[in-house]
């Protein structure tokens, strides 16, 4: 089982993070608190050396950027998506990575799926993000999708307010992202492994 106390490998450059990202995809990054998300979410964009592709869906990110509250890096390309641009935007990135290894960062999951009807909202989701993530193992690309959560009754996650589980399949990664007095900390959810990092503020 997950120990629920591992020992956190301190990783204030986001290098350790950043290679853990590179055998998976996607990565998805859990968190509970929209500003929690969006801090970490800079954090791996100001320390990542690679093209971003940042698709703001939430608003915060580019909010934040216009405002002048986040410093916007030369190598970032926000993307604002909606229901109309998504196909073609995905078009983009597609082409885009196929030629360049980049980092590519979709903020977030309960966004993505507000922009589409319930019903075909999960089928069109599920396979752009198969077709993305297949694209991006084999550029050695590397994807990060947030997602908002809390745990139901049952104790699991799901996607908050919507009620969805979360995406899962074995080529896949999930986090936890939480916060103390000092760090940000990024724990893997997996019950074969062990890992835990922590990100001084």
């Given at each position: 089982?997950?120990?629920?106390?591992?020992?956190?490998?301190?990783?204030?450059?986001?290098?350790?993070?950043?290679?853990?990202?590179?055998?998976?995809?996607?990565?998805?990054?859990?968190?509970?608190?929209?500003?929690?998300?969006?801090?970490?979410?800079?954090?791996?964009?100001?320390?990542?050396?690679?093209?971003?592709?940042?698709?703001?869906?939430?608003?915060?990110?580019?909010?934040?950027?216009?405002?002048?509250?986040?410093?916007?890096?030369?190598?970032?390309?926000?993307?604002?998506?909606?229901?109309?641009?998504?196909?073609?935007?995905?078009?983009?990135?597609?082409?885009?990575?196929?030629?360049?290894?980049?980092?590519?960062?979709?903020?977030?999951?309960?966004?993505?799926?507000?922009?589409?009807?319930?019903?075909?909202?999960?089928?069109?989701?599920?396979?752009?993000?198969?077709?993305?993530?297949y694209v991006a193992r084999e550029t050695k690309s590397i994807i990060v999708i947030s997602a908002m959560t809390i745990k139901?009754?049952?104790?699991?996650?799901?996607?908050?307010?919507?009620?969805?589980?979360?995406?899962?399949?074995?080529?896949?990664?999930?986090?936890?992202?939480?916060?103390?007095?000092?760090?940000?900390?990024?724990?893997?959810?997996?019950?074969?492994?062990?890992?835990?990092?922590?990100?001084?503020?």
């Amino acid at each position: 089982m997950l120990d629920k106390n591992p020992q956190h490998v301190l990783d204030n450059e986001l290098v350790k993070i950043k290679n853990e990202f590179s055998i998976k995809n996607p990565n998805i990054i859990m968190c509970s608190k929209p500003f929690l998300k969006s801090e970490f979410l800079n954090r791996l964009v100001n320390f990542d050396s690679l093209p971003v592709i940042f698709l703001d869906f939430d608003l915060l990110y580019s909010g934040y950027t216009k405002s002048g509250m986040i410093k916007k890096d030369e190598n970032v390309s926000i993307i604002l998506s909606n229901r109309i641009t998504w196909e073609k935007n995905l078009k983009e990135i597609i082409k885009k990575i196929s030629e360049e290894t980049s980092l590519i960062i979709l903020d977030s999951l309960n966004g993505i799926y507000n922009i589409f009807d319930e019903l075909e909202s999960a089928r069109l989701i599920n396979s752009a993000l198969m077709l993305l993530s297949y694209v991006a193992r084999e550029t050695k690309s590397i994807i990060v999708i947030s997602a908002m959560t809390i745990k139901n009754d049952k104790g699991k996650w799901i996607l908050s307010p919507s009620g969805r589980h979360l995406i899962e399949s074995k080529k896949s990664a999930i986090y936890y992202l939480s916060s103390s007095e000092t760090s940000l900390i990024l724990n893997l959810r997996d019950q074969n492994h062990v890992k835990s990092f922590k990100i001084k503020k």
